[in-house]
């Protein structure tokens, strides 16, 4: 049964700097991974969708790699603004499963 | 602008009522899901349609009830069974394989009275 674990919970970091986002999973047998982002109260945004067969996604200040060898994923945001804050959830889907298995989630909040 | 609508934002249940959560998308989906959200958990799938008229149970499916009459709508009712419903819903939609990943709406507080 796939688990995907994001740690830290919560990431306070001042406005401006590079930060990393980590994600890992235990089955290697994915067929994509998609981070999003969560503002309080509100549905989740698609960020970026890694295939199984990438290793890497940008978008903007946003770029995520993926490991499938070692089950990790991370998302790098550079140049952190206020508007950052939020809570970022990854999510794996497995082949032959309809289903995606999502993280808890990191909150961060970037300080100005 | 494509997009999945979920209606109402905030939701009040009385003991041993039903309720129903809708969800309409018009990004001409297959699939689509409906996941509960609860304050330090991970979304827990509750149940998918792949396919109008066809669904399947997920993780936590039991006092939940959905149907798939259209391929644009895909409610969810809240039955008295289900015995702490008070959570977030989010309704998601994806084409067949999943492969441009799932898009998801935003949201329906549901809080029991």
């Known amino acids: 049964k796939q688990e995907v674990t994001q740690i830290p919970a919560a990431l306070s970091v001042p406005e401006g700097e590079n930060l990393v986002l980590n994600c890992s999973f235990t089955?290697?047998?994915?067929?994509?991974l998609q981070w999003f982002r969560q503002d309080p109260g509100k549905g989740l945004t698609s960020l970026l969708l890694i295939q199984s067969s990438q290793r890497e996604q940008t978008s903007g200040r946003l770029n995520a790699s993926l490991d499938k060898s070692s089950g990790r994923s991370t998302l790098y945001i550079a140049a952190s603004q206020p508007g950052d804050s939020a809570t970022y959830l990854c999510a794996v889907r497995d082949f032959g499963n309809e289903k995606l298995t999502f993280g808890t989630g990191t909150r961060l909040t970037i300080i100005p | 602008d494509g997009g999945i609508t979920q209606s109402p934002k905030y939701l009040f249940r009385k003991e041993g009522q039903n309720v129903t959560l809708s969800c309409e998308q018009n990004?001409?989906?297959?699939?689509m899901y409906w996941y509960r959200q609860d304050p330090g958990q991970g979304l827990r799938l509750i149940y998918y349609?792949?396919?109008?008229?066809?669904?399947q149970k997920g993780d936590i499916a039991e006092g939940y009830s959905v149907s798939r009459e259209k391929k644009e709508s895909f409610p969810l009712t809240v039955t008295s069974a289900q015995k702490n419903p008070t959570a977030f819903y989010l309704c998601?939609?994806?084409?067949?394989?999943?492969?441009?990943?799932?898009?998801f709406g935003s949201g329906t507080r549901l809080t029991v009275v």
């Open positions: 349609s792949q396919i109008v008229n066809d669904f």
């Open positions: 990004l001409n989906h297959d699939a």
């Open positions: 998601a939609s994806s084409e067949e394989r999943g492969f441009y990943g799932y898009t």
């Open positions: 089955d290697s047998a994915i067929y994509n």
